[in-house]
T-cell receptor, first 111, second 111 residues
């Protein structure tokens, strides 16, 4: 079993829909990252959080440390949101960039 | 400063050849990370530098792999005697405060 599990693996939505991507992890962590990867490989860091909730534009990330679970929400989804969304965790005591990554959730938003 | 730069973007090499990739981080970032990502998988941590010191190496980094950051600025990742299993995207990221900025990656194909 992977230490970081994401669901769903693939997600197709209609433009305007509310989207939720889930991340569960089995190790103690000091931070969790949500990343966006477009075709061609470039990765953009969306959020880094260790508790509570963060919001940036139409994106919201939440984390529940006790339940070892995080969610990424996209409100009013748009075709330009189509990408792979990756959850990554920094293990407690690890360096900032020694992350364990999930396999990603491939999101496709249809117009 | 335009972000993290990686060179080349693509590299095709014959099995057994040596290859070297370069990463130029954001200038004020003292931490630099290398990751490897194979098709359909999330990235995997390879190694971490703080300034010029290599502080962490994954067991994925076999003795054919070597990374340097000689002056605490740019970094190089060399793979000797490449194997087909080395085919992957090699990603570099830099950090100052824990939030990571990624480069666009170098896609290596070993034929």
């Amino acid at each position: 079993k992977n230490e970081v599990e994401q669901s769903p693996q693939n997600l197709t939505a209609q433009e305007g829909e509310f989207i939720t991507i889930n991340c569960s992890y089995s190790v103690g962590i000091s931070a969790l990252h949500w990343l966006q990867q477009h075709p061609g490989g470039g990765i953009v860091s969306l959020f880094m959080l260790s508790s509570g909730k963060k919001k940036h534009g139409r994106l919201i990330a939440t984390i529940n440390i006790q339940e070892k679970h995080s969610s990424l929400h996209i409100t009013a989804s748009h075709p330009r949101d189509s990408a792979v969304y990756i959850c990554a965790v920094r293990v407690q005591g690890g360096s900032q960039g020694n992350l364990i990554f999930g396999k990603g959730t491939k999101l496709s938003v249809k117009p | 400063d335009t972000g993290v730069s990686q060179d080349p973007r693509h590299k095709i090499t014959k099995r057994g050849q040596n290859v070297t990739f370069r990463c130029d981080p954001i200038s004020e970032h003292n931490r630099l990370y290398w990751y490897r990502q194979t098709l359909g998988q999330g990235p995997e941590f390879l190694t971490y530098f703080q300034n010029e010191a290599q502080l962490e190496k994954s067991r994925l980094l076999s003795d054919r792999f070597s990374a340097e950051r000689p002056k605490g600025s740019f970094s190089t990742l060399e793979i000797q005697r490449t194997e087909q299993g080395d085919s992957a995207m090699y990603l570099c990221a830099s950090s100052l405060d824990g939030s990571l900025t990624f480069g666009s990656g170098t896609r290596l194909t070993v034929v």
